[in-house]
């Protein structure tokens, strides 16, 4: 399974970016992928899950202005950040899950896979 980020860039604070996740390498028809980011010095946070059937959840720090979708048939998932923010400025983690029992949610010890990372920042 390979995931690959892609789409960071540097923003001034309320402008926009929209990040990819291209997946590959399974079959599966179940599945949940999530976005997470890091700062430097602090602990990977979680941004947005979304299951293969498009049920979508967020942090509450991004509630309204981020928005994940996902296109199935290219197993690729897309994040919509809008009004960004100088506290968004973080590496941007894609993460997938397979197995059927695990929650579609924002513990990030229930992802398997995860991709290199894809760096925004956001100025003042």
């Known amino acids: 399974v390979q995931l690959v980020e892609s789409g960071g860039g540097s923003v001034q604070a309320g402008g926009s970016l929209r990040l990819s996740c291209a997946a590959s390498g399974f079959t599966n028809s179940h599945y949940c992928m999530g976005w997470f980011r890091q700062a430097p010095g602090k602990e990977r946070d979680w941004v947005t899950s979304?299951?293969?059937?498009?049920?979508?959840t967020y942090a509450d720090s991004v509630k309204g202005r981020f928005t994940a979708s996902s296109d199935n048939a290219k197993r690729t998932l897309y994040l919509q950040m809008n009004s960004l923010k100088p506290e968004d400025t973080a590496m941007y983690y894609c993460?997938?899950?397979?197995?059927?029992?695990?929650?579609?949610?924002?513990?990030?010890?229930?992802?398997?896979?995860w991709g290199q990372g894809t760096q925004v920042t956001v100025s003042s």
């Open positions: 979304i299951t293969r059937y498009g049920a979508t």
């Open positions: 993460a997938l899950v397979l197995r059927v029992s695990v929650i579609c949610g924002g513990d990030s010890r229930a992802y398997d896979y």
